[in-house]
Antibody, heavy 118, light 107 residues
Framework: EVQLVESGGVVIQPRGSLRLSCTAS????????MHWVRQAPGKGLEWVSLISWDGDTTYYADSVKGRFTISRDNTKNSLYLQMNSLRSDDTALYYC???????????WGQGTLVTVSS | DIQMTQSPSSLSASVGDRVTITCRASQSISYFLNWYQQKPGKAPKLLIYGESSLQSGVPSRFRGSGSGTDFTLTISSLQPEDFATYYCQQSYSAPRTFGQGTKLDIK
């Protein structure tokens, strides 16, 4: 069974830094592109970032470019999101999602909540 | 960046109704269009990928169509479990933008 489990969400002050993790199981992690998607309270889905299977290619939403860094460790079946210079509008539930071969995100974690507040 | 616009933003319907949600891309995305369903407190679920391919386990009452810039999600006969929020997403290029969502509730 495919499972994605996010962790690392906390309440943090503006301008702080945080690293989210996502641990994958039930599939060959290194074969898949991975994504981060977030959802602010009561709002819609916002795509954040993706990383290729080997970590060589990354993309970011304009809203996080230069502040967030996606990475992965295929030896640990883990995906990461380093978040720097956090702002109040980064407050959201952060999901990791597998990039299916079809192009859609076919498996999602349950999300980890990041709250940026003083 | 490619902008995705869904309509309507909300929709009220009854069990057994046929409903259609539309999604328009700001430029051609070929058939690289996905649809998701999200229920309150749950992660999104992939329903349709590649504009019209049904994800495994998704009932056949869900159908996707379109190409280029204009796409539709049709639910042929609404069931009680279908009341949720639906999102389109383009996977043609990064950033992989989502539509703003369509909330489908019970009339």
């Amino acid at each position: 069974e495919v499972q994605l489990v996010e962790s690392g969400g906390v309440v943090i002050q503006p301008r702080g830094s945080l690293r989210l993790s996502c641990t994958a199981s039930g599939f060959t992690f290194e074969d898949y592109m991975m994504h981060w998607v977030r959802q602010a309270p009561g709002k819609g889905l916002e795509w954040v970032s993706l990383i290729s299977w080997d970590g060589d290619t990354t993309y970011y939403a304009d809203s996080v470019k230069g502040r967030f860094t996606i990475s992965r460790d295929n030896t640990k079946n883990s995906l990461y999101l380093q978040m720097n210079s956090l702002r109040s509008d980064d407050t959201a539930l952060y999901y990791c999602a597998r990039g299916g071969r079809s192009g859609g995100n076919d498996y999602w974690g349950q999300g980890t909540l990041v709250t940026v507040s003083s | 960046d490619i902008q995705m616009t869904q309509s309507p933003s909300s929709l009220s319907a009854s069990v057994g109704d046929r409903v259609t949600i539309t999604c328009r891309a700001s430029q051609s995305i070929s058939y690289f269009l996905n649809w998701y369903q999200q229920k309150p407190g749950k992660a999104p679920k992939l329903l349709i990928y590649g504009e019209s391919s049904l994800q495994s386990g998704v009932p056949s009452r869900f159908r996707g169509s379109g190409s280029g810039t204009d796409f539709t999600l049709t639910i042929s006969s609404l069931q009680p479990e279908d009341f949720a929020t639906y999102y389109c997403q383009q996977s043609y290029s990064a950033p992989r933008t989502f539509g703003q969502g369509t909330k489908l509730d019970i009339k």
